[in-house]
């Protein structure tokens, strides 16, 4: 494996079905627990080089206890980051498609793909950032770790498989803490392992 992309530990929003998007949200203490397990599966498992995170709360906490036990430090890279939802960071998910439907890309395809909330950004501008950073760390020598979010998970499978942004976004999943594996050609070999839990 080049790059394991790990999606990050649960955190208090995800268990109360808010939109993070760029919210300073930490961990909670199960997303921490599962920080933890998966610190010591990858390195059991591989012969971690780098550990490399998107720089939001979350992302960060997820990443210390594996480079703490490979023995690296965590950097970062701000296009890990998860979509800057803009003024809909915080609402509920539970009912926000009814709210704004213009956004539902089930309903509205790639127009929704297309739109950017108010001082947040589209889907195209997240999978462009994306892809850019998963081909730096390709880039890197050794086994790479890279602790990133759901939706930059699910356009990198997607964009492997040759799916749409919105089939991508609407098929994929990543559970929290699974990995997705990459090899040195850009090829996802594993997605959403959830037996590093």
């Given at each position: 494996?080049?790059?394991?992309?790990?999606?990050h530990?649960?955190?208090?929003?995800?268990?109360?079905?808010?939109?993070?998007?760029?919210?300073?949200?930490?961990?909670?203490?199960?997303?921490?627990?599962e920080?933890?397990?998966?610190?010591?599966a990858?390195v059991e498992?591989?012969?971690?080089?780098?550990?490399v995170?998107?720089d939001?709360?979350?992302?960060?906490e997820?990443?210390?206890?594996?480079?703490?036990?490979?023995?690296?430090?965590?950097?970062t890279?701000?296009?890990?980051?998860?979509?800057?939802?803009?003024?809909?960071?915080?609402?509920?998910?539970?009912?926000?498609?009814?709210?704004?439907?213009?956004?539902?890309?089930?309903?509205?395809?790639?127009?929704?793909?297309?739109?950017?909330?108010?001082?947040?950004e589209?889907?195209?501008?997240?999978?462009?950032?994306?892809?850019?950073?998963?081909?730096?760390?390709?880039?890197?020598?050794?086994?790479?770790?890279?602790?990133?979010?759901?939706?930059?998970?699910?356009?990198?499978?997607?964009?492997?498989?040759?799916?749409?942004?919105?089939?991508?976004?609407?098929?994929l999943?990543a559970d929290?803490?699974s990995?997705?594996?990459?090899?040195?050609?850009?090829?996802?070999?594993?997605?959403?392992?959830?037996?590093?839990?």
């Amino acid at each position: 494996m080049h790059t394991l992309f790990v999606r990050h530990g649960t955190t208090e929003w995800n268990e109360a079905g808010r939109i993070q998007g760029w919210a300073p949200v930490g961990l909670s203490a199960r997303g921490r627990e599962e920080a933890a397990r998966v610190a010591d599966a990858l390195v059991e498992r591989h012969a971690v080089d780098t550990v490399v995170a998107s720089d939001l709360a979350r992302t960060v906490e997820t990443a210390e206890p594996i480079a703490a036990a490979a023995g690296v430090e965590v950097e970062t890279d701000p296009r890990l980051r998860e979509r800057d939802f803009g003024v809909f960071q915080g609402l509920s998910s539970g009912d926000f498609f009814e709210r704004f439907p213009d956004f539902d890309l089930l309903e509205s395809g790639r127009d929704a793909a297309e739109r950017a909330p108010e001082s947040g950004e589209s889907w195209l501008a997240v999978r462009e950032r994306v892809l850019e950073a998963a081909a730096d760390l390709r880039a890197r020598d050794g086994t790479v770790v890279a602790v990133t979010h759901v939706n930059p998970i699910r356009l990198l499978v997607g964009d492997h498989r040759d799916l749409s942004v919105v089939r991508s976004l609407t098929e994929l999943s990543a559970d929290n803490c699974s990995v997705t594996a990459v090899d040195d050609e850009g090829d996802v070999v594993r997605a959403d392992d959830r037996s590093y839990k």
